[in-house]
């Protein structure tokens, strides 16, 4: 039995490291900021902020290219009010997937927006699909397709890379605050051919959602969570910390000579 070192880590703590590692890693101060409260509220929620930062700093540096904005493929079943968003330099989980959820939540054409893009967590939007639920007055829904853990087998009926996904798990976010959280059995055919293989669906058009058995977890029990790990900080894995802080000490420190 392996046994995983923990260390507490402050609330404060967390968001800054994953802001100046971010920003030492070439992102803007805003899309920073951004990511930094989507890790924060995963690792607060169970985890894995921490992991998709350290696989985000891993990867190579962020930079300032548009993002594409494609309509749905052709063939794809009634593909109106569908897009998929494409970096020339590949999609971040933590950069194209806040796009996604501000663009459905924008009141325009987009009822639908795929992020092909690996995955780890599923509580990575929670962050910005709460304060644009609250910003925008309306219900904001995130479906996660996870990247198949290594050495795992796909499930018949799972998703798998290089496949198109049809389960994922629903984050549903409400004005309210509150967040209901479930899995979603089979994707609607238009809205399986968005992603191929692990990536984040944003959805504006919850009716064709269906009936889906949610748990809810409401804004009080969030402050609740929130005001204990406020006192008490919250456990991470020791060594995944380290690397997360390490990361981040290369924010402004300036180059010798």
Same mark, same amino acid.
């Given at each position: 039995m392996t046994t995983t070192n923990t260390t507490r880590v402050s609330l404060r703590d967390i968001s800054e490291a994953a802001f100046r590692g971010l920003t030492a890693h070439g992102a803007?101060? !805003? &899309? #920073? *900021?951004? #990511?930094s409260r989507m890790v924060l509220q995963a690792e607060l929620m169970g985890g894995g902020g921490l992991a998709a930062l350290r696989d985000d700093l891993a990867g190579q540096p962020w930079n300032r290219t548009p993002v594409e904005v494609s309509a749905a493929p052709l063939g794809t079943a009634d593909g109106a009010g569908k897009f998929v968003? *494409?970096?020339?330099d590949g999609n971040r989980l933590l950069r194209e997937a806040p796009l996604a959820v501000e663009l459905v939540a924008s009141g325009g054409d987009a009822h639908a927006v795929g992020v092909p893009t690996d995955v780890a967590g599923t509580a990575l939007l929670d962050a910005v699909s709460l304060e644009i639920a609250e910003a925008s007055g309306t219900g904001v829904a995130v479906i996660i397709c996870p990247s198949p853990q290594p050495g795992a087998e796909t499930a018949p009926g !799972?998703?798998?890379? $290089?496949?198109?996904?049809?389960? $994922? /798990?629903? *984050?549903?976010a409400r004005p309210d605050g509150s967040m209901g959280v479930g899995t979603i059995k089979s994707l609607p055919i238009a809205w399986q051919h968005l992603l191929d293989g692990p990536g984040v669906l944003a959805l504006r058009d919850t009716e064709a959602l269906g009936d889906v058995e949610l748990s809810?977890?409401? =804004? &009080?029990?969030? =402050?609740?969570? *929130? #005001? /204990? =790990? =406020?006192?008490?900080g919250v456990p991470v894995d020791t060594d995944l910390w380290q690397t997360v802080y390490g990361a981040a000490r290369r924010y402004l420190v300036p180059e010798r000579p």
């Open positions: 803007s101060h !805003g &899309e #920073a *900021r951004m #990511a968003l *494409r970096s020339p !799972g998703s798998s890379e $290089g496949s198109v996904p049809e389960t $994922g /798990q629903l *984050r549903w809810w977890i409401s =804004a &009080e029990d969030r =402050a609740g969570i *929130r #005001a /204990q =790990a =406020a006192s008490g």
